[in-house]
C-alpha cells in the first residue's frame, strides 16, 4: 500500500475518443440490477422490473356509457318519429347514471336527451336502441390477466392509473441505483462556511447528485474527503462496498496530488485514464470490486459533460431502459469557432432567432466558468478532424431548452449593463415564455452583429473623440444603408473604480500612472475600452505607461470582481459595478447609453414588450436605485 510521498504524477495514459471509452466500460462491466416490490401509488418514474398483468378486468362489469335509460334493445325496435314508442318505469327500463351497473334483464342505454317524459311512470322515444349501444361490457379497457404494461417501461402518472383500475396495487421496480459521490480535496469547504483565498465551496457534489436524481438513480453524496490517498482509498472502498457506482470528483489529472488513478489501480481496475475531448480531458474509468467508478475533473463544466458521458448511461442501462437523446436545431454561426485537430471539442452556445434564421454564438470555452453551462441554449460538438468553423456556416446543435423558448428569446448582443439584467427580469414577469439572451461582446461588436443579421438589439456607448459625442457618429458609420433604429436609453456615470478606501488616492490618470497602478481594462471594441483610449490620448500618454493596459475583461461586474481582489488596482466602468461590488468610485464622465436595433424588431411584439418595460416606473425605479444612472424620459427613436 502506497503512502503520499511514493506516488508519482501519473501523465494521461491515452486520448482514447469517447464513444470508444463509453463502449469499453458498458461493455466490460456486467451490471445487474436488483428487483424491489413499491406501492403503486408511489412508482411514478420507476421502470417496471417484469410484465405487469390485470388483476381485474376493467370495467369489471357492464356499465353505463352515457346518463339515460337502460333497455331491452328489441322492446324499442318499433319506435320512429312518425310512431313514438311509450315505455314503463321498471317493466320496461331503468334510470341510469354514467358508471352504473346495467341489470342483467337489460342490453342497451338511451341518452337522456333521446327521451321524452309523458308522466312520472313514462317516457316516448322515437328512435329504437341496437345492443349494447353506450354500454362499456366488462373487459372494454383491459381484460383479468392481460399485459398492462412490458418490463423496462418508464412509469408514467397514465399508468398508475391504469394499474389502480386494474387491481396492481403493488408491483416490482428496478431498484434506483446507488451512486456514490465522493468530492475531494484541500481547498473545498462546505456552501455557508467563512472562506479565505484559496478556499473553493464544494458545490459540484450537489450538481452531482441533482443529475443522478435527474436520471433515476439514488445518489450518496459524502463529506468532503481530503487530499490523502489512504482517506481516499478508505472512500472508495466504502463506496464500493454501499453503492452500485462511484463518482470521485478531481484528483483525475496529473497534479502533485493528484491520487484517483493510483487508488483506483491498486484496488482494481483502470480502463482509460484521459480522454479525446475538449473540456474534460482528464477522465479516469475503471472498476472497483465490480463497481465503476469514474473520475471527473474538478473544474464543473468538464466535470459535468463527463458525467453526461460516461455516468448517465450507466444509470439507463442498469434500468434497463434507453438513454434518451436531445432535441436538435440546425443554426447558424454567428461567429467564428477555432478548433485542433485530434480531440472533440464541445462548445456551449447561446441561440436567438433573427430575421427567420436561428443564430448561435459561443460563449466562454473555459472549462470552470459554470455559468456558461446554466446561460447556454445548447452544445456544439466539433468533431476531431476538424480545425474549426466558420462565422456563417449551419451547424447541428444539441439543445438544453425547448425550441419555443428559444424562439421567443430577444439577443441582446453588446456593450454589458446591469440595467438589461433588469428588463430581462421585468420581461419574464409579464410574459413566463420570453427572455433576453445577453451576450457581452462591447459595443462595436453589438453594432457588426446589427449589421450581419445575428441580434435584436444591441447596447451601446461609443464616443467619438473628434465630435465628442456618442453613439451616432458610429451608427452612421457602420450601419448606413441599414433600416435600423437607434433609441436614447441611458446617461451613466464612468469613472476609477478603486478598492474601498481608495489606497492609492487615484483621482486621475496620471495618479494612475505616477503611483503605477495595476489597470483591469475592457476588451477591445468596448465602449470603456474607446473612452479610456481617448483619455491616453488626451493627455498625451501612451498604453505603454499603464501597467496591465493588456490585462482584459468583458463586462463592468468583472472589472470591479478584479479589482476586489487587489488593493494597488483601478479600472474605468460604471458607478453600478462599484457599487454592487462595495468598491470606491471616483466620477470621470457621464456617457450615453443607447439601444439600437433593426426596424423589423422595433415593430414585433417583443420589442414592443421591451419598450413598454423600459419605460415603465417600475424598471425607472429599479434603474435608479443602482446608482450613477438617469433613465432617458423623453426616449424618442432615431430612424435610419
Not at 317493466?91 to 338511451?110: C, K, L, M, R, S
Not at 432567432?353 to 446561460?375: F, W
Not at 495618479?511 to 489597470?519: F, L, N, Q, S, T
Request: with cysteine.
Amino acid at each position: 500500500m502506497l503512502s503520499s510521498k511514493e506516488f508519482n504524477r501519473k501523465v494521461y495514459l491515452q486520448d482514447k475518443p469517447r464513444i470508444q471509452a463509453k463502449e469499453e466500460l458498458l461493455e466490460k462491466l456486467k451490471l445487474i440490477p436488483e428487483i424491489e416490490s413499491i406501492p403503486t401509488r408511489t412508482a411514478l418514474g420507476r421502470v417496471t422490473a417484469l410484465p405487469i398483468f390485470a388483476n381485474l378486468s376493467m370495467p369489471h362489469y357492464h356499465a353505463a356509457a352515457m346518463d339515460g335509460i337502460a333497455v331491452r334493445a328489441e322492446d324499442t325496435y318499433e319506435a320512429h318519429e312518425q310512431r313514438p314508442l311509450h315505455l314503463e318505469k321498471n317493466q320496461d327500463f331503468v334510470y341510469v347514471d354514467t358508471g352504473n351497473p346495467i341489470p342483467n334483464e337489460y342490453n342497451a342505454v338511451i341518452m337522456i336527451e333521446d327521451i321524452q317524459e309523458v308522466d312520472a311512470r313514462t317516457i316516448e322515444i322515437i328512435a329504437p336502441a341496437t345492443p349494447w349501444q353506450h354500454i362499456r361490457p366488462v373487459g372494454e379497457d383491459v381484460v383479468c390477466g392481460e399485459m398492462i404494461l412490458p418490463q423496462g417501461h418508464s412509469l408514467r402518472s397514465v399508468d398508475l392509473g391504469a394499474l389502480l383500475a386494474g387491481g396492481v396495487l403493488e408491483l416490482p421496480v428496478i431498484k434506483r441505483p446507488k451512486v456514490a459521490i465522493l468530492p475531494t480535496g484541500n481547498e473545498l469547504i462546505e456552501p455557508g462556511s467563512p472562506m479565505k483565498p484559496g478556499d473553493i465551496i464544494e458545490f459540484n457534489g450537489t450538481v452531482f447528485a441533482s443529475f443522478v436524481h435527474e436520471w433515476g438513480g439514488e445518489p450518496l453524496l459524502s463529506n468532503i474527503i481530503v487530499d490523502n490517498p489512504e482517506q481516499i482509498r478508505q472512500a472508495i472502498e466504502k463506496a464500493a462496498a454501499e453503492a452500485d457506482m462511484i463518482i470521485i470528483n478531481a484528483g483525475s489529472s496529473a497534479g502533485s496530488k493528484d491520487y484517483t488513478y493510483h487508488v483506483i489501480s491498486e484496488l482494481g481496475e483502470v480502463y482509460t485514464h484521459g480522454i479525446a475531448t475538449r473540456p474534460g480531458k482528464p477522465v479516469i474509468l475503471g472498476e472497483v470490486k465490480g463497481k465503476p467508478i469514474i473520475g471527473v475533473p474538478g473544474y464543473p463544466v468538464s466535470a459535468y459533460l463527463a458525467l453526461e458521458w460516461f455516468l448517465r448511461p450507466l444509470v439507463y442501462h442498469y434500468q434497463g431502459i434507453q438513454e434518451p437523446k436531445r432535441e436538435t436545431l440546425t443554426v447558424r454561426l454567428g461567429r467564428r469557432i477555432v478548433s485542433n485537430m485530434g480531440a472533440e471539442d464541445f462548445v456551449r452556445m447561446n441561440i436567438g432567432y433573427v430575421n427567420g434564421e436561428y443564430i448561435a454564438n459561443p460563449l466562454t470555452r473555459a472549462a470552470g466558468v459554470t455559468m456558461s453551462m446554466v446561460r447556454a441554449d445548447g452544445i456544439l460538438i466539433v468533431p476531431p478532424e476538424s480545425q474549426g468553423l466558420e462565422q456563417g456556416e449551419e451547424v447541428e446543435i444539441e439543445l438544453y431548452k425547448p425550441i419555443e423558448a428559444i424562439e421567443k428569446g430577444i439577443l441582446f448582443t453588446g456593450s454589458h449593463d446591469l440595467s438589461i439584467d433588469i428588463v430581462s427580469t421585468l420581461i419574464k414577469k409579464k410574459d413566463v415564455n420570453r427572455q433576453i439572451i445577453s451576450s457581452h461582446v462591447g459595443s462595436l461588436a453589438g453594432i457588426m452583429a446589427i449589421r450581419k443579421g445575428e441580434a435584436h438589439v444591441t447596447g451601446i456607448h461609443l464616443l467619438d473623440p473628434e465630435l465628442e459625442t456618442y453613439n451616432l457618429p458610429y451608427v452612421e458609420k457602420y450601419l448606413a444603408g441599414e433600416d435600423v433604429v437607434m433609441l436614447p436609453f441611458l446617461k451613466r456615470e464612468q469613472g476609477w473604480i478603486v478598492p474601498k478606501g481608495n489606497p492609492l488616492n487615484i483621482k486621475t490618470l496620471e495618479d494612475i500612472v505616477e503611483k503605477r497602478a495595476a489597470y483591469v481594462n475592457r476588451q477591445r471594441g468596448a465602449g470603456t475600452r474607446i473612452l479610456f483610449d481617448s483619455l491616453l490620448k488626451k493627455h498625451n500618454l501612451s498604453f505603454e505607461h499603464i501597467q496591465g493596459y493588456e490585462r482584459e475583461m468583458y463586462s463592468h461586474l468583472s472589472v470591479a470582481a478584479e479589482i476586489k481582489e487587489k488593493e494597488n488596482s483601478v479600472g474605468l466602468g460604471v458607478y453600478s459595478a462599484a457599487n454592487t461590488m462595495g468598491l470606491d468610485f471616483v466620477p470621470v464622465a457621464d456617457e450615453s447609453y443607447d439601444l439600437v436595433m433593426t426596424r423589423a424588431f422595433y415593430e414585433s411584439e417583443g420589442a414592443q414588450l421591451f419598450l413598454e418595460i423600459i419605460k415603465s416606473e417600475e424598471f425607472v425605479k429599479a434603474v435608479e436605485q443602482l446608482g450613477g444612472y438617469k433613465v432617458v424620459s423623453d426616449c424618442v427613436p432615431n430612424f435610419f
